[in-house]
């Protein structure tokens, strides 16, 4: 007989407040994606709840009233995990697992269970967990309650220190070794994208879901790994992109971006995001099926400007058309939004157009020169064929004049070399 491991998924219920200038459809919009968040990490939405309130209640969030009704679904459908579309305060949780006695999660500690669960290599499980102790520290009040008692015993006589003060001392010496651990791999990072300066660089951004592992994945065959789930890839990937003969684009992919994403988060993934400041042109990519698209745009703008990238050349690639049902959309998207291509990068559809594109974007990157040298400077003119296109090649007397066409970083190398070579 084979022995079959079957996965149990935790009986969850939603719970959202409807605030003042908030839309219903907007809410039950978000609630749907916490429902994504919620099967991403292994749960099964039994219930949700949208509570309307004009502000949060401090202590229950959702008002004691209502948590005690929650108290009673609970108990009804056999809920074991309520989960809050939003960042709750230690006090509310302290009082909402009280009154419920079941395990509570907020949005923000959900997005990160997830992280952890998908983090593999050193780099993602290293920046996870400095995320997850940021998110710890000011919640140990609550977590760790059932610690907080002062040691006893011999050598311990004095004010004493509670459990709870030892694991914040442990927590901040972590955090600061991971952060020293971090900028190592920054480093070592800086290292490697030295080696990219002579390629035109390129990287996916977009909310999550949206295709970019499909996209990159079709233009270079990088096999990078292509779910219907948030966040199944964490690391980013990059890979070589023949445009023309010769003609190299990199191209990074990067964890999708989210509304709401944890700010500890989005700082520990700098590193991983550096891809991102580092490149010439950013491929935005976004799923026009999806009824919030313009919403998820802004969200993924504003991350941009959090990273400092907002001045970057950025082409606009609309995804799924093939699923788009409103046609109406495409026309209001090419009024609207400059510099935008509409694709399917599942079907292939368009990629002409934006292989056109990144042409175009290479061949502005790349400039014509026009240098004259020594016949017997036979080494530098070998160099400046390796590292740049040479247009055309003229002998007159003991002078040779070259012209070629390269992009700044190598322009700037060879006027180096040029300059050593004087010397």
């Known amino acids: 007989?084979?022995?079959?491991?079957?996965?149990?998924?935790?009986?969850?219920?939603?719970?959202?407040?409807?605030?003042?200038?908030?839309?219903?459809?907007?809410?039950?919009?978000?609630?749907?994606?916490?429902?994504?968040?919620?099967?991403?990490?292994?749960?099964?939405?039994?219930?949700?709840?949208?509570?309307?309130?004009?502000?949060?209640?401090?202590?229950?969030?959702?008002?004691?009233?209502?948590?005690?009704?929650?108290?009673?679904?609970?108990?009804?459908?056999?809920?074991?995990?309520?989960?809050?579309?939003?960042?709750?305060?230690?006090?509310?949780?302290?009082?909402?697992?009280?009154?419920?006695?079941?395990?509570?999660?907020?949005?923000?500690?959900?997005?990160?269970?997830?992280?952890?669960?998908?983090?593999?290599?050193?780099?993602?499980?290293?920046?996870?967990?400095?995320?997850?102790?940021?998110?710890?520290?000011?919640?140990?009040?609550?977590?760790?309650?059932?610690?907080?008692?002062?040691?006893?015993?011999?050598?311990?006589?004095?004010?004493?220190?509670?459990?709870?003060?030892?694991?914040?001392?442990?927590?901040?010496?972590?955090?600061?070794?991971?952060?020293?651990?971090?900028?190592?791999?920054?480093?070592?990072?800086?290292?490697?994208?030295?080696?990219?300066?002579?390629?035109?660089?390129?990287?996916?951004?977009?909310?999550?879901?949206?295709?970019?592992s499909t996209l990159i994945n079709l233009l270079t065959d990088a096999d990078v790994l292509a779910e219907n789930k948030l966040f199944a890839t964490l690391d980013s990937t990059t890979r070589s992109f023949e445009i023309e003969k010769n003609k190299n684009v990199l191209i990074s992919d990067t964890v999708g971006f989210i509304r709401k994403l944890p700010h500890n988060l989005v700082a520990s993934f700098k590193t991983t995001l550096n891809v991102v400041k580092e490149a010439d042109i950013i491929i935005h990519v976004i799923d026009i099926s999806h009824p919030f698209y313009e919403d998820h745009i802004r969200v993924v703008n504003e991350t941009l400007e959090e990273l400092g990238c907002t001045d970057k050349t950025q082409i606009k690639l609309f995804n799924k058309i093939d699923v788009l049902d409103d046609k109406d959309r495409i026309s209001y998207v090419k009024n609207k939004y400059d510099n935008s291509i509409l694709i399917s990068a599942h079907r292939g559809i368009n990629i002409t157009e934006v292989r056109e594109k990144l042409l175009e974007l290479y061949e502005n990157n790349h400039k014509e020169k026009r240098i004259v040298l020594s016949m017997t400077q036979s080494k530098l003119i070998a160099q400046i064929h390796e590292i740049a296109d040479v247009l055309s090649t003229e002998y007159v007397d003991d002078k040779v004049e070259m012209i070629f066409k390269t992009d700044s970083a190598n322009h700037n190398k060879i006027e180096k070399l040029v300059k050593n070579n004087l010397g």
């Open 1 to 212: 007989m084979l022995d079959r491991k079957e996965t149990i998924l935790e009986r969850a219920m939603l719970v959202s407040l409807k605030l003042k200038n908030e839309t219903k459809h907007l809410v039950e919009e978000h609630l749907n994606e916490l429902e994504m968040l919620a099967d991403t990490a292994g749960a099964e939405t039994i219930l949700k709840v949208i509570q309307d309130r004009p502000t949060p209640d401090k202590a229950h969030y959702v008002g004691k009233g209502k948590a005690e009704e929650l108290a009673e679904l609970v108990k009804l459908n056999d809920i074991v995990l309520i989960i809050f579309d939003a960042d709750l305060s230690p006090t509310q949780v302290r009082n909402l697992e009280k009154l419920l006695d079941r395990k509570i999660l907020d949005r923000s500690g959900l997005i990160l269970d997830i992280f952890a669960s998908h983090a593999k290599t050193k780099q993602a499980k290293t920046q996870v967990e400095l995320a997850q102790l940021q998110y710890m520290l000011p919640r140990l009040t609550r977590a760790w309650t059932h610690l907080s008692k002062q040691h006893g015993g011999i050598g311990t006589k004095g004010p004493g220190e509670t459990q709870i003060e030892t694991d914040r001392r442990l927590i901040r010496t972590r955090i600061s070794k991971l952060k020293e651990l971090l900028r190592k791999i920054e480093n070592q990072n800086k290292t490697k994208s030295m080696k990219r300066q002579d390629f035109l660089t390129a990287s996916l951004v977009g909310y999550t879901n949206a295709g970019k």
